[in-house]
């Protein structure tokens, strides 16, 4: 009987990122070029053409508005590579574009599978009016299989933004482990520091217990350290700032995202629920930063 070899994985997977000609996205697509000279990998943007669908009145295209949607598509790919080669002066980084007729939710998600990183401004309504990146933004975050970076109206790529430390939110669970193993990488990458921030209150109501709080302080610093372990040894080049904070983890981690070039949060924290892809955490945040933002997803 012939075996059949499994399919090999991708040694060095691109970094995708999602253009449809708005500002935001072209300010995506340089934070994607640098961040794919980084990691010395291919950096592949893309736009999708697809027509509008849902339900009547929507408009059904003949084959000129078609071809205008094309045009308009090759030319916004071609922005975007402009974009990309001026921002990697010297780089050598291989960039390739692609205009897909497809959704490019369901094509995102897809490539997601092959992708180191998926990037995305976090609104738009470029050229092709339909609002490609704000709309697909959340279902690709929550869906992907890959980490997604959500980049805002910000200027992600400036000489300022470089000098700042890369900022993660701990948690203790195997999602944040996974936040935090791309955190030091991206600190070394960009060689800079590392903000680690552990909050360690859930407590959403008015009310906070009057006694124990130095018994499950000393806890979640057990816990802070265990996660922290060993990464300090593998990335000596990483200056860390560690925060113990008793506060709620939005409020803390978008006060501290304010001096910071990156945030890296897992997908869902502690008490997720299996079906919930992204917790309330990451979500509220996602909405809320200025910088750059990298949802890591749990297997």
Known sequence: MTEHAAPQQDPNPPIIVAVDGSAVSYQ?????????????????????????????????LNAEDIAWLELEGERIVGEATRIASETLTGEGIETSSEVVTEPIIAYLIAQSRHARLLVLGSRGMGALRRGLLGSVTSAVTHHAQCPVAVIHSTAA???????????????????????????????????TGLTALHAWTDTSGPYMPMS??????????????????????????????????????????????????LLIVGSHGRGGFTGMVLGSTSNALLHSVDCPIVIVRGE
Not at 175 to 185: Q, T, V, Y
Request: glycine share 6%.
């Open 28 to 60: 995506a697509v340089a934070w994607a070029a640098l961040d794919a000279a980084r990691h010395g990998c291919r950096l592949r943007i893309v736009t999708s053409v697809c027509a509008p669908v849902g339900p009547p009145p929507t408009a059904v």
């Open 157 to 191: 790529a400036d000489p300022v933004a470089a000098r700042q430390p890369v900022l993660v939110g701990v948690d203790g669970t195997e999602n944040s482990l996974r936040a935090l193993e791309l955190a030091f990488e991206e600190a070394s990458l960009r060689k």
């Open 212 to 261: 124990g709080w130095e018994t499950l302080e000393e806890q979640e610093r057990a816990i802070f350290g265990e996660e922290m372990a060993g990464f300090t040894e593998r990335y000596p080049d990483v200056p860390v700032r560690r925060i113990l904070v008793k506060d709620r983890p939005v409020r803390s981690l978008l006060d501290e995202s304010e001096h910071s070039q």
